[in-house]
Every structure is written in structure tokens, then in C-alpha cells.
């Protein structure tokens, strides 16, 4: 079974529908209704204008099966549904209307290109997570094994005595077969509403994507479109000046490699945890959404322009539209600051350890514990209790370890993302204060459990349930895995918490300006805040 879905939205380039022009459209009956695979060639004329609109979402929601099992049924002469265009009377392009994941998957063959050669390369900026390498990988190994290459088949054409009957009978229906196609009348503003109208029908539009797609030229969805693909992919923000593109590519990339890096495997292979979990997946668009909008105070009125309540619109400011780019940059520069807070190793930085704060009691990576996390951090920030935080964190985090099952037991209760993220949120505020309250383990179990949001969810108990079998399950050996990452976790030497080996400094014990030395014997591992900001707030308060 695949465990990656086929990145293909490098084959067909996005471009704008363009405003409607007061010129005919080509009439429908006057185009083609077929297309020859033939067509599709990097040197195509039909390839060459094939286009998708700029809201469009990725083409990376088909497994490998599904990708080889699409070739195999063209090259068979099975149904397969007419690809739905619509052509520009201004560019003259043919824009994808419904069918870009077929289109695609038959493109991917012709240019052996499943996510990992030289077109997916240039539009990623060479920039491919292992991921995405794998089920390329995976898709081109199927299709050689049934059908074969497209230049298998092109071969066995050309060289019939030399080719298998098999592969010499598909090479012939491959020359005899096309693509139906049907056409949409009308200008781009019937050509857009024809595409939601198709596109939420068989496989609807998830709500976080649609939300991204109707806000596309708004902040928040050009910043969280950069993130998620480091800034390459295609460019959402390309009609800005150059200067603010570099930046928004610049920060994307950096805060792409300090949450998503290194990635993450479907099993739990190494200590050296991303903080974000998998930047390949459909639950990473919308956990960044959700980050983008939660650091810069976004509400969901302020960029919907329909389903929200009219009251509520009213006390809202609307999002506008982003014009030049500032206001993305500046959500971008927000999220950097946020992201910066709870790891890497600037100086501001907490250092959070992934598996004691973003990784489940199975090993499995929590969007809503990240959100979590990084609303706590904010709100420490905020209210100026990140020293009084730290003074407390080792035996904070050793009681989130100790009941890291109370994770499950709200994500089970509440779901994933935003609907536990507030309860994750509630636990977090309602253990710190209780150690700040001197309160014992059993106290604070009782205090979590008076929680109106939490009383019948937290629930103690010696282990998780597990079905028990032969073979150890890929569960269990994330829960190997998680918990010998924990036990073997160095600590900060001077809040005691464990270190994130991304996220540490070196610390002189005795300070420079005492007189210490750069020898190893007066150097010691902490966390990049307590190295900083609390060391020297202490210092201060202890010379005072």
C-alpha cells in the first residue's frame, strides 16, 4: 500500500484565467474532441498551451496505483472520462477544467516524470523531499513492470521483431487511442465557475483548500502557499517586484527547513524529529494555514466571503488583497519570529523537544500539539513568564511525557487540528500553572480533570490499549523508537529540560565577563533561551 501520494504539478503550468475580453470566444464545435497521446510531448503543440488555472489545487493527491492503473486502462481502451478544457480568447491557451490528475498522469508517462526528473526539478528548485523522490520511484517502477516506458513502447513500434507480443500490442493501441475531450463555452468568469462547480462534485475541494483557493490573492494564502513548498513550486506571488519575491522565497526557505527538516519517514527511524512532521502531506497545508492566520490574529470573517455571519463580518476589518506584497511579507516575518521561538537556536529560542511536545503516545506526529505549542510559547511571550516558565519546564515536560497519552485522549475526543488544539492549549496553561501553584502530580491530574474541556477526556490509566500479534506493529516500533529518543535525551545544564540537539548552545559556566575561558571543562549544553535571555535576566537579578 502507498504511503506517498505522486507530486505531478510540475507537468501542466499554472496562469491566471485573465479577464473576461470582448472578443468571441472559439465556439466549441469548432475544436478538437480528441487528443492524441502524441500530443502531450515535450515538443507538442497541445502540450505546449495546456495550462491550469492559478487557483487550481495541487496535482499530488493520486497514489502510485492509481497514476499506473490510469496508464494501464488508456493503453487497454477502458473508459476513461473526457477531460474537461476551456480556451482563452486572450492567450489562446487551453486551460484544464476538470481531469488534471488523468492529463497529468498520462504527461508524468510520456516525460517519464513522476515528481523527480527535469521538469518537476526546475519547478521545485531542485528542492524534492525524499518523499515525493519515493513515490516517484514507486510510480515508475509499477508502470515499467505492467505496461512498460512510454519509450519502451515507442521502441517496440519502431523495432517490432525485437519487442514482446505484449508490449508490441499495447505500442499498437497506444497509436490508435485518444483522449475525449469536451469544451467549455463562455468567458473566464464561466470557465471559473464551472471549475468549482465540477471540482466539488465526485472528489470535493477539501474546506482548508478551498478557503485558499477563493482567498488566493490575499496574505495569509500566499504565505502559507510559500511555506509549504520553500518558497519553489509555482510562484503565487509573481506579480510583485523582485525584491519582495526574493524575500518571500528567502523566508519560506528557512522556515521550511526549521520545521519540516529532516523529513519525517512513515516509521520512526531516527532521534532527529521534525518539528512540523511531514511537509509532504495534506495535513501540513492545514496545519501552516492555520499557523499563518493564529500568529497574525487572522479570523476566518475577515477573508470568507461567503458562509460568514453578517454580524460578525461586521466587527471584523476584511482581508484585503495583497497589491505589492508587504503584507504577506509581514505575516511571513511572523511566522518566522513564532517558528524561531520554539526551535532552531537563535537566541529567543525555546529549543522545544519534537517528542516531548509534538508527537503523540504512538509516535505519531500531532498537528494540533504543534499549534498548541506554539500558542503557548506566544502567550508566555506575551505575559512575560518565559523565565518563570523556565524555572519550571524540566518538570513540566517530564509530566507531559509521563501522561503523553493525555495527547491521545484528545485528539481521539475533539479530532485532529483546530477543533483540539484549544484543549491541547488548555492542558498546557493548566500544568504550568499548577506547578507555578506548587501543586503535586496527583493535584494536577485532578485540576486538568475539573476542566470543563478536559473532565471527561483526561483519564489515567497504566498503558495505552494495544492489540497484541507475532510481529511488532509499525505503532510499536514508533513507541520504541519515541521513547528511547526521550530516555536518551541529553539535559539543558541550567533548566534541567531535554535538548533538541538542533537546538542547542554552548554556555560558558563561568560567564566571559567573570573571567571564564573557552576550555571544555567551563562549557556546557543549554537550551538557546536559557543560554540568553534567562542566564542573563538571572544574572542581573542576582548582582542587583
Not at 283 to 291: A, H, N, P, Q, Y
Not at 371 to 378: D, G, K, R
Not at 538 to 543: C, E, L, Q, T, Y
Request: proline fraction near 4%; aromatic fraction near 8%.
Amino acid at each position: 500500500m502507498a504511503t506517498h501520494m505522486v507530486n505531478m504539478d510540475a507537468l501542466i503550468p499554472r496562469e491566471d484565467f485573465e479577464a473576461v475580453a470582448p472578443e468571441l470566444t472559439t465556439l466549441p464545435s469548432s475544436l478538437s474532441t480528441n487528443m492524441r497521446i502524441t500530443d502531450l510531448g515535450p515538443e507538442g503543440f497541445t502540450y505546449n498551451v495546456l495550462r491550469k488555472p492559478d487557483f487550481q489545487r495541487e496535482t499530488a493527491n493520486w497514489s502510485p496505483e492509481k497514476v499506473a492503473e490510469l496508464v494501464k486502462s488508456f493503453l487497454e481502451g477502458d473508459l476513461i472520462p473526457s477531460i474537461i478544457l476551456w480556451r482563452s480568447p486572450i492567450s489562446r491557451n487551453i486551460f484544464v477544467i476538470d481531469g488534471a490528475h488523468r492529463l497529468s498522469s498520462l504527461i508524468s508517462w510520456v516525460h517519464d516524470d513522476y515528481g523527480d526528473k527535469h521538469s518537476s526539478i526546475r519547478f521545485f528548485d531542485n528542492n524534492i523531499p525524499a518523499e515525493q523522490k519515493r513515490a516517484a520511484e514507486a510510480t515508475r517502477k509499477l508502470i515499467n513492470e505492467t505496461v512498460g516506458s512510454y519509450n519502451d513502447l515507442s521502441l517496440a513500434l519502431r523495432n517490432p521483431d525485437t519487442a514482446t507480443n505484449e508490449r508490441l500490442r499495447l505500442a499498437q493501441n497506444l497509436s490508435a487511442f485518444a483522449i475525449d475531450l469536451q469544451w467549455v463555452a463562455g468567458g473566464a468568469e464561466k470557465a471559473e465557475s464551472s471549475f468549482f462547480r465540477i471540482n466539488q462534485q465526485a472528489t470535493p475541494i477539501e474546506s482548508t483548500e478551498l478557503d485558499m483557493i477563493k482567498a488566493r490573492s490575499k496574505p495569509n494564502a500566499l504565505a502559507a502557499r510559500a511555506f509549504i513548498r520553500a518558497g519553489t513550486g509555482h510562484k503565487y506571488w509573481s506579480t510583485f517586484e523582485d525584491s519582495a519575491q526574493a524575500e518571500i522565497e528567502s523566508i519560506a526557505k528557512e522556515v521550511y527547513d526549521l520545521i519540516f527538516k529532516p523529513g519525517l519517514e512513515q516509521s520512526i527511524r531516527t532521534s532527529d524529529l521534525p518539528v512540523a512532521g511531514r511537509g509532504y502531506s495534506a495535513d501540513s497545508v492545514k496545519m501552516i494555514f492555520e499557523l499563518v492566520n493564529y500568529v497574525n490574529g487572522l479570523q476566518p470573517e475577515m477573508w470568507r466571503e461567503e458562509g460568514s455571519n453578517k454580524r460578525s463580518r461586521k466587527s471584523v476589518q476584511p482581508l484585503a488583497d495583497d497589491e505589492n506584497g508587504e503584507v504577506t511579507l509581514s505575516f511571513m516575518r511572523a511566522v518566522k519570529r513564532a517558528s524561531g521561538r520554539i526551535a532552531g537556536n537563535s537566541p529567543a529560542s525555546m529549543g522545544l523537544h519534537p517528542a516531548v511536545y509534538f508527537y503523540s503516545a504512538t509516535g505519531r506526529f500531532q498537528p494540533a500539539a504543534f499549534l498548541a505549542a506554539v500558542t503557548f510559547i506566544q502567550e508566555l511571550t506575551k505575559k512575560r513568564h518565559l523565565a518563570s516558565f523556565t524555572k519550571h519546564r524540566a518538570e513540566f515536560e517530564e509530566f507531559l511525557v509521563t501522561h503523553k497519552y493525555f495527547l491521545n485522549q484528545i485528539v481521539r475526543r475533539y479530532g485532529s487540528m483546530q477543533r483540539s488544539t484549544p484543549p491541547i492549549l488548555l492542558m498546557y496553561e493548566t500544568i504550568f500553572a499548577s506547578f507555578r501553584d506548587g501543586l503535586t502530580k496527583s493535584q494536577i491530574i485532578e485540576r486538568l480533570q475539573e476542566q470543563s474541556a478536559l473532565k471527561s477526556t483526561i483519564k489515567v490509566t497504566d498503558e495505552e490499549d494495544q492489540s497484541q500479534g507475532r510481529n511488532f506493529s509499525a505503532k510499536t516500533k514508533n513507541v520504541l523508537v519515541l521513547n528511547a529518543t526521550l530516555d536518551s535525551a541529553p539535559g539543558c545544564n541550567i533548566c534541567n529540560a531535554r535538548l533538541d540537539l538542533r537546538s542547542i548552545t554552548i554556555d560558558h559556566k563561568v560567564r566571559k565577563a567573570d573571567g571564564g575561558t573557552g576550555v571544555s571543562d567551563n562549557g556546557q549544553l543549554t537550551h538557546p533561551y536559557c543560554n540568553s535571555g534567562f542566564k542573563e535576566r538571572r544574572a542581573v537579578i542576582g548582582s542587583g
